[in-house]
């Protein structure tokens, strides 16, 4: 064979997997389409990390997150209307449901949040229902506090004379009761 007669090179006709020629144009097109999907997807990828899982998203999130307890919180205070204007109000309320066996009435007398839960108050209360009684029913406010909108101490005095228990109040301002923090 004559070399004039073939002068195809592989450089010139690029065959396909069926052994049709193919153009050197199809194979940029295919590059250029491969180029901007690696492109896209390293974009997506990039976008997803930045949104979801950078440490600013994270920031983010946990602010979102801190947002939705704080609103949570405040509601649940609102809807804590269980206590009197005054602190005395709420002990002489909360004797009267001990001495009426309310487990659950006496338990919403304790402030949310505080050292125990409800259901720790709940259990607490029908262990010592009638030591809770007789230590409240004593309890006096507790001299040289300093004055408090929001906060009132009672004191517990033995035969000695000698502090034997503490009584903290604190107000509910979002509800307007006082509320019993701890026994």
């Known amino acids: 064979m004559d070399k004039s007669e073939n002068n195809f090179t592989e450089e ?6 069926d052994g049709q020629p193919k153009s050197k144009k199809n194979s940029k097109r295919i ?3 491969v180029f901007l999907f690696l492109i896209f997807v390293i974009l997506a ?7 979801y899982y950078s440490p600013y998203a994270v920031i983010g999130q946990n602010v979102r997150k ?3 307890a704080i609103k949570q919180i405040e509601e649940d205070l609102k809807a804590d ?20 066996e309310d487990i659950e009435l006496a338990s919403k007398y304790f402030a949310l949040g505080g050292p125990l ?4 108050w709940k259990q607490k209360i029908k262990k010592e229902t009638k030591e ?11 001299s040289g506090q300093e004055p408090s909108e929001r906060s009132f101490w009672f004191s517990v005095y033995d035969n000695k004379g000698e502090t034997e228990q503490l ?3 604190f107000f509910n301002t979002w509800s307007g009761v006082w509320k019993i923090q701890s026994l």
């Open 117 to 120: 839960s409800r259901e720790e």
């Open 31 to 33: 590059f250029i389409a």
């Open 66 to 68: 801190y947002e939705r």
């Open 167 to 169: 009584i903290e109040m």
């Open 12 to 17: 010139t006709i690029h065959f396909m997997a």
């Open 81 to 100: 209307i269980y206590g009197g204007k005054t602190p005395e109000q709420t002990l002489q309320m909360f004797v009267e449901a001990l001495t009426k």
């Open 45 to 51: 990828g990039y976008w997803i990390w930045f949104y």
């Open 132 to 142: 809770l009684i007789d230590i409240v029913s004593r309890a006096v406010p507790t």
